[in-house]
């Protein structure tokens, strides 16, 4: 989701490695409830990253995350309760995250209802909306 400067080579990478069949990018969404409708864990390997506001929009959403443990992802993420936690980037911590994740497949409601209460109560969004009511004001 999304139009960033990387697009293109995202698509050249996707064409290379021929992954057409199983990489869609849908562009720019307005409603970030309509990405979650269709799409049921976030999968966020970063390598570095401050508190990521996909995290938090999946979260809302009722929606488990796959992070590793960068930035502010375990302040958010508790593993095995609201989503699972990387230890590392390492491809091979990633490829455990997601077969204990897709074992796990059946709790990802339950873990996707932690996620949203876990997010309401530790993210002030009323500070978040006067950061961004100055910002379009100015």
């Known amino acids: 989701y999304g139009e960033g400067k990387d697009l293109e080579c995202l698509k050249e990478l996707v064409n290379f490695y021929m ?3 199983r990489v869609h990018f ?3 969404v307005n409603n970030v409830e309509s990405i979650w409708k269709n799409n049921h864990i976030l999968i966020l390997p970063s390598l570095a990253e401050g508190t990521p506001l996909a995290l938090i929009e ?3 959403c009722g929606r488990p995350s796959i992070v590793s443990d960068v930035g502010g992802n375990t302040e958010l ?3 095995g309760i609201s989503g699972f936690v990387v230890s590392n980037s390492s491809v091979k911590q990633l490829d455990l995250a997601l077969e204990n994740a897709w074992q796990q497949k059946g709790s990802w409601g339950q873990m996707g209802f932690e996620a949203r209460k876990a997010v309401l109560e ?3 969004f009323e500070s978040y909306k006067l950061i961004y009511n100055n910002a379009i004001k100015n």
């Open 77 to 79: 993420i508790e593993d």
């Open 26 to 28: 849908h562009g720019h």
């Open 122 to 124: 530790k993210i002030d």
């Open 19 to 21: 992954l057409n069949s």
């Open 58 to 60: 999946a979260m809302v």
